[in-house]
């Protein structure tokens, strides 16, 4: 987890979003549903396509606002 925090930082203190504007988030199983919505709520502000691989209890947490590929 600290690990994820210190990219997350970098990405922002760093300005990264302005030219990297895709974030692929995954293995976040160590935090609970709601942090992990707070966590993408607040970077779907600044990364223009988000993805995040999550466990099907952990995907309820979000919003119906964020579309959902459920199936490849």
């Known amino acids: ?4 925090i210190f990219a997350l930082a ?3 203190v ?3 979003h ?3 504007p895709f974030m692929l988030l995954d293995s976040l199983e ?3 549903s709601d942090r992990i919505a707070a ?3 607040y970077f779907a502000d600044y990364a223009d396509f ?3 691989a999550l466990l099907p209890e952990d995907a ?3 919003d119906d606002e964020f579309t959902r590929v459920t199936s490849i």
């Open 60 to 62: 309820q947490a979000l």
């Open 39 to 41: 966590l993408v709520e």
């Open 18 to 20: 302005e030219t990297v």
């Open 50 to 52: 988000l993805v995040v």
């Open 30 to 32: 160590a935090i609970d």
């Open 1 to 4: 987890v600290t690990g994820l």
């Open 14 to 16: 760093h300005d990264l």
């Open 10 to 12: 970098g990405y922002l």
